[in-house]
């Protein structure tokens, strides 16, 4: 077993924990290590156990880290966006003022659409600006009851997440009611008919107390809405009536300065026949979503070219028709 460190390489260790404002916790299993060997390895004590064995782990690892920065910096050069990754599309500016509107006016804002054009971007955003009164929960299916529903928002909002069902909701309004935060709810189309019904008595307001409703988005697929409207129209008259806002986002409402806002370098070398392609990826089922990853998969390629984005596409099973 060697018995030797490379002074490099747990420089390079100390380098990644400072840049990502890591603990040696949380980057240890990053690295394939218990945290008592990575302890043992950052301080040269780990002269029992196989040191080579922890550096072929660590240089693997970097060596990744590596790949992962170079990939990024080859997409990065012909892409327009801010440190966060967020680009200011038309939908993704209209999501945000949605939420924005919500926040201010109470009631239930929803926000639904195709996959993959920014509804989620737009909220992670939203988040980013407001950490401090925004509430965001992602719903699936297995969390779409009422309980799992209250549980995820309690956790959120550091309640105690073990109460009685009717205890964790008025502990959630309790808590919520005295600020002005905004419960962002995602992939919203997940949540049962009971979740629902639990949460629209939310955002009316408390006639004993006068204290104000919660503003609540609700952000999904069409079906989000469209069940509100539907074969159900009846039973979510409620949920209905408590809506101040609808928005409906489709890949047709991208535009082609949406698409150039990604890819301002291909613009300014006059690619237009690229920007072209990636705009019709966008408008298709794929969105904007497809879009960027056709592109950054081409530019890890090393091939923008429209050849070389189509040939990408067709390796990624996105085939548009001529």
């Known amino acids: 077993m060697s018995r ?21 916790a949380k980057a240890a299993p990053l690295m394939g290590l218990s945290q008592a060997v990575l302890s043992a390895y950052r301080n040269s004590k780990y002269d029992k156990g196989d040191i080579g064995a922890v550096e072929r782990k660590l240089e693997e690892f970097f060596r990744i880290q590596d790949e992962k920065q170079e990939n990024g910096r080859r997409a990065e050069a012909f892409q327009s966006r801010a440190s966060d990754g967020y680009v200011r599309t038309s939908i993704s500016e209209g999501a945000y003022k949605c939420i924005r509107y919500c926040q201010l006016e ?9 996959a993959g054009i920014g509804k989620t971007k737009a909220a992670a955003k939203f988040y980013r600006d407001n950490p401090n ?11 779409g009851s009422t309980r799992s529903l209250l549980k995820m928002v309690a956790k959120t909002l550091s309640l105690q997440d073990n109460l009685r069902t009717e205890e964790l909701s008025v502990a959630i309004q309790d808590k919520l009611r005295r600020t002005d935060r905004v419960l962002i709810i995602d992939e919203a189309q997940n949540l049962k008919f009971l979740a629902l019904e639990e949460i629209r008595g939310w955002v009316d307001e408390d006639f004993l107390t006068g204290k104000p409703g919660i503003g609540i988005v609700l952000i999904g697929n ?32 991208v535009t082609k300065e949406d698409v150039e806002l990604f890819f301002p370098a291909l613009r300014e070398k006059g690619m237009q026949r690229e920007l072209d392609y990636l705009y019709s990826i966008s408008h298709s089922k794929w969105g904007i979503r497809g879009m960027v990853n056709v592109f950054n998969n081409a530019a890890n390629n090393e091939d923008v070219s429209f050849a070389g984005l189509e040939r990408m596409a067709a390796t990624m099973g996105i085939l548009l028709m001529a």
Request: charged share 30%.
């Open 106 to 114: 109470k009631g239930i804002v929803v926000i639904d659409g195709d």
């Open 222 to 253: 069409v079906e989000v809405y469209n069940k509100m409207l539907g074969r159900q129209e009846a039973i979510f008259a409620q949920q209905f009536n408590r809506t101040r806002l609808h928005s409906r986002y489709r890949t047709q409402d």
């Open 133 to 143: 009164t925004t509430v965001y929960v992602k719903a699936s299916p297995s969390t």
């Open 4 to 24: 030797e460190y490379s002074a490099e390489l747990q420089e390079r260790v100390e380098r990644y924990l400072r840049e990502n404002s890591l603990s040696q």
